[in-house]
């Protein structure tokens, strides 16, 4: 009776000390910005079209492939390893019914992690959400415009390696990845790999 109440303390400890090791883990990782692109739009010619969340025609809304892509990305950041679960999620400013795809494309992913988007920035303000996000700690995800990615990544500090200059009309299967180190970032890509036609090489 003694050798197993001493095996079954002996478990307690030892179950105690592995369930803690996460939560040191965790509280030991360095600050992290990702930056992606919205999903799929649609093309000058107007086909594939926009639809909104309840199926209406849009112009300014996703695709259906970029939906698609919006329901994997709520899978592909939500745990996994190949990038953190962020704490904060930034989408631009869509009050002028013109914006709503970075919106659209990461509100599945806020659901699923009980989140709320913080849209208080519009395109124009990246020097301002550059400053706010690089005073966070923990994991930040935004969503932005691609044309204007590169306003955001300007505005962050040292990075290293140098980061692209543009961001290619055709791609939007992406992650770019902001590590803090020491005073600024060492700079990553991850590819998402998550539709047909996504692309394992860098920007």
């Known amino acids: 009776m003694e050798t197993t109440r001493r095996s079954l303390l002996r478990l307690l400890a030892v179950g105690g000390a592995v369930a803690a090791v996460p939560a040191t883990v965790g509280a030991a990782q360095p600050d992290v910005v990702m930056i992606i692109r919205h999903g799929e739009k649609p093309p000058d010619s107007g086909k594939p079209y926009g639809i909104t969340a ?33 704490d904060a999620i930034y989408a631009v400013d869509h009050s002028d019914g013109k914006h709503l795809r970075m919106s659209q494309t990461v509100t599945p992913l806020a659901g699923k ?8 920035y519009a395109e124009g303000d990246e020097a301002a959400l550059a ?9 930040t995800l935004i969503c932005w415009e691609h044309t204007a990615i ?8 040292t990075i290293t390696p140098k980061p692209p200059s543009s961001w290619p009309d055709d791609r939007f299967d992406m992650v770019f990845v902001f590590t803090r180190s020491g005073s600024g970032w060492a700079f990553t890509q991850v590819p998402e790999l998550l539709l047909s036609g996504d692309k394992p090489s860098p920007l």
């Open 54 to 86: 309840d199926g209406v025609k849009d112009s300014s809304s996703l695709t259906v492939q970029g939906w698609q892509r919006a329901g994997g990305l709520a899978d592909f950041f939500s745990g996994g390893g190949k990038v953190r679960v962020p």
């Open 113 to 120: 992690l009980g989140l709320s988007l913080n849209t208080a």
């Open 131 to 139: 400053a706010a996000v690089a005073k966070r700690s923990g994991a």
């Open 150 to 157: 590169a306003g955001i990544v300007s505005h962050l500090g």
